[in-house]
């Protein structure tokens, strides 16, 4: 796949994710393959893939593929791969936000913030680590250290569609330290959010929870039910929290039934997704209200599961940091292993230069005597390299000049024998065409005046006439009669319609730009006509195709051919050229272009052409 159309690929990811919610996963997955199987573009593969998965909140997906870019980021030292490294790590952050992990999470934002304080990534990269950072300290209950963060995230991101997580944050904070208004002010910002961006969804939940604080129920109650009416299909974090808040309003209006059938709901729901603190959470409220209906038995096992869940995620934590710190220390002691070496070796190195000098004082007194002798060999042995060397490198030179003059002569030679190909299929045209054709269409004129008198007569017209048309198909094959004076792509497609009526075959033709195509030089232009008329043979009597497909396109001064067709294929590495391949390539050889086939039986086959240093 060339670069050009992996473009295409990539702005048209970029057109999906923008309404990721409403993204099919049938549709998404194999517009992403393409990106996956090409080794540059592979981690834009990967980012697409785990954006898709965080926007979903899928909490081990969004690790895996944050990871799988860490690793091919890791290391470099350019600045597009600190790009990518700072992507990595706001990806692992926010999956392990996602499971509850939220020490993890501020880790892998200290690591962004890092990056950005090393001047490494600019604003735009860190900005979703500065709000990380202060999702963290939200989640520590650290609100005066997370304010700053979120409002320095707003400076930056301001003309983002993020910002608004910002200000939904913010007015969770002022509703938790009991500022309703202040709460209310920057969650109403937050809904400023376009219709049906998460964004939207999170700061009604917010909402939600802070009439519940404020002990209006109702309200609570009615800002939950739009949550779940705007997002009721989807497991979302925010569409869980805003059941919580709905089941701890019915709880707190005595509705225990109702608090409860949401709780079960949500439990069922919440497993899907693996948030492991929304989990807890819901299990510590349902046992709450069970306790008020006097179920003290199904509260105590729903505070057993919740106190084994928060076991489990203490427990994912220390192995993270084991394993980190297992790192480090084996880091460590590879350190100390290679100073140790170092030292080492510089022990050896100066042992060495000492017995090097000591060497030197008693090959001092042997120099002084023998030195003059020394000196001539050298240079001797000099004269006598750089002879040697010239000659060689004058053999070389020769060799050179022989291979460039028979390559030359090759090229001579398959031109002339081209041009005059060219030249004799132009009088043999002419010759049909003049000759040929008038004396017929002549008699063909003479015997229409006596077609009536003579039944023979007629059957002798129609056969002359069927001669007629006949030389005047050979004529246009050998040089259209439109080629010259006509712009190339329509003669080029006049032509393959006129396969396509005879044939019985779809053909496809793709020509971009089509204006610079059609001003080729003429001489360029019939050689490549003549390749496709090459190659459209082959294809008719050996491939049995139903398709054809071809692709013109010039960039850079390159002539760009891919032919294709859905045919019976052949084996490409093993089976002999025939006379049409071997043709073509001799025509491509002289117009300093190559041929590149690729063909597997069963599947069809693909040629792939290309000429460069192309001028119009």
């Known amino acids: 796949m060339f670069s050009q159309e992996l ?18 996963p049938d549709e998404f997955f194999p517009l992403v393959k393409p990106l996956l199987k090409d080794k540059k573009a592979r981690i834009w593969g990967l980012d697409y893939l785990g954006r898709y998965y965080m926007e979903k909140e899928y909490a081990d997906s969004t690790i ?5 870019i860490y690793e091919l980021s890791i290391g470099k030292k350019d600045s597009l791969s600190y790009q990518w490294l700072s992507k990595a790590y706001n990806m692992l952050a ?66 983002n569609s993020t910002v608004y997580f910002s200000y939904n944050n913010l007015g969770q904070i002022y509703s938790r330290k009991g500022k309703f208004k202040d709460a209310l002010f920057y969650l109403n910002k937050a809904c400023e959010a376009p219709e049906g961006y998460k964004a939207r ?82 299990l510590e409220s349902l046992s709450n209200t069970l306790k008020k209906q006097n179920k003290y038995k199904e509260a105590e096992e729903h505070t ?21 710190l297992l790192v480090k220390y084996d880091i460590l002691d590879r350190e100390k292993k290679i100073e140790l070496l170092r030292k080492n070796q510089e022990i050896k190195d100066n042992l060495l230069i000492s017995e090097r000098r000591y060497m030197r004082f008693l090959i001092y007194g042997f120099l002084l005597v023998t030195i003059s002798s020394i000196i001539l060999i050298i240079i001797y042995k000099q004269k006598l390299t750089a002879k040697n060397k010239l000659s060689k490198q ?28 060219n030249t004799e299929r132009r009088r043999i045209a002419q010759d049909l065409h003049d000759s040929i054709g008038g004396n017929l269409a002549a008699i063909n004129l003479k015997l229409g005046s006596h077609t009536q008198q003579n039944e023979d007569l007629g059957l002798i017209k129609k056969q002359v006439d069927e001669t007629y048309q006949l030389v005047r198909k050979i004529s246009h094959n050998l040089i259209p009669d439109n080629f010259y004076g006509n712009r190339f792509s329509e003669v080029l497609e006049e ?19 089509k204006k610079e195509i059609d001003q080729l030089n003429e001489k360029l232009s019939l050689e490549v006509f003549r390749v496709v008329q090459e190659l459209l043979t082959n294809t008719l009597k050996h491939a049995k195709a139903t398709e054809i497909s071809l692709q013109l396109d010039l960039l ?61």
Do not use: W
Not at 64 to 68: H, I, R, S, T
Not at 256 to 268: G, N, Q, R, T
Not at 570 to 581: D, P
């Open 556 to 616: 850079n001064n390159n002539f760009h051919m891919i032919y294709e067709d859905n045919g019976v294929g052949f084996k490409s590495v093993t089976k002999q050229e025939g006379i049409g391949l071997r043709s073509v390539r001799d025509r491509l050889k002289k117009l300093n272009g190559s041929l590149v086939v690729d063909s597997v039986i069963g599947r069809g086959t693909i040629l792939d052409i290309e000429i460069t240093g192309v001028k119009a």
């Open 64 to 68: 895996y593929y944050g990871n799988k």
């Open 495 to 513: 032509y393959l319609n006129e396969m396509v009526v005879n044939s019985n075959i779809k053909i496809t033709l793709s020509v971009f730009p």
């Open 304 to 324: 057993t599961l919740r106190y084994q869940l928060k076991d489990s995620l203490r427990k994912i934590q220390k192995d993270k940091e084991i394993a980190e």
């Open 94 to 159: 926010v999956g392990y936000g996602f499971k509850g992990l939220v020490t993890i999470r501020g880790e892998y934002h200290l690591k962004g913030l890092d990056l950005y304080e090393k001047k490494v990534v600019g604003n735009q990269m860190s900005v979703h680590h500065i709000r990380g950072l202060a999702d963290y300290y939200l989640d520590q209950k650290e609100y005066d250290k997370a304010i700053p963060y979120y409002k320095k995230s707003i400076e930056v991101d301001k003309n």
């Open 201 to 282: 969804g999170y700061c009604l939940e917010s909402i939600s929870a802070c009439y519940l604080k404020m002990g209006d129920f109702d309200e609570a109650i009615y800002y939950g039910e739009l949550v779940q009416n705007m997002f009721e299909d989807k497991n979302l974090k925010f569409v869980l929290l805003s059941g919580i808040t709905m089941a701890q309003a019915y709880h707190e209006k005595n509705n225990f039934k109702k608090a409860i059938d949401i709780y079960s709901v949500l439990l069922e729901r919440v497993k899907s997704k693996g948030f492991i603190d929304i989990e807890i959470q819901i």
């Open 394 to 421: 004058q053999e070389e030179i020769n060799e050179e000049r022989i291979k460039s003059l028979i390559k030359e002569q090759e090229l001579k030679l398959i031109k002339t024998s081209l041009d005059v190909q």
């Open 7 to 24: 473009d295409y690929v990539r702005k048209d990811l970029e057109k999906k994710l923008k309404n990721m919610n409403n993204l099919n």
